[in-house]
């Protein structure tokens, strides 16, 4: 059974940084990729970054130049590093991962931006 678990989250500062965690553990066969979604209340979920197993990297619009998304070697393990945070990036964070024939969510980390 696949599990995946964000950590990192918390409270900042309008220009603060945070740098958000994400682990699967389990037997992953024909891994394709890894993102890092949000929600803020109210709103959609929203790709924020996403990075495949060819090395090819996206990011929102909102987040480029800010955001960096990186995985550790080649273990199921990524990270996201948010800088210069603002309050529009106040969400609940989930990481998720898409292998052969599956989707997998994590429960969701709380970034909260103070202005």
């Known amino acids: 059974q696949v599990q995946v678990v964000e950590s990192g989250g918390g409270l900042v500062h309008t220009g603060g940084s945070l740098r958000l965690s994400c682990a699967a553990s389990?037997?992953?066969?024909?891994?394709?990729?890894m993102n890092w979604f949000r929600q803020a209340p109210g709103t959609q979920r929203e790709l924020v970054a996403g990075l495949d197993t060819h090395g090819r990297i996206k990011y929102a619009d909102s987040v480029k130049g800010r955001f960096t998304i990186a995985r550790d070697g080649a273990k199921n393990l990524i990270y996201l590093q948010m800088d210069s945070l603002q309050p529009d990036d106040t969400a609940m964070y989930y990481c998720?991962?898409?292998?052969?024939?599956?989707?997998?969510w994590g429960q969701g980390t709380q970034v909260t931006v103070s202005s």
């Open positions: 389990g037997q992953i066969f024909g891994l394709r990729e």
């Open positions: 998720n991962f898409v292998y052969l024939g599956n989707s997998k």
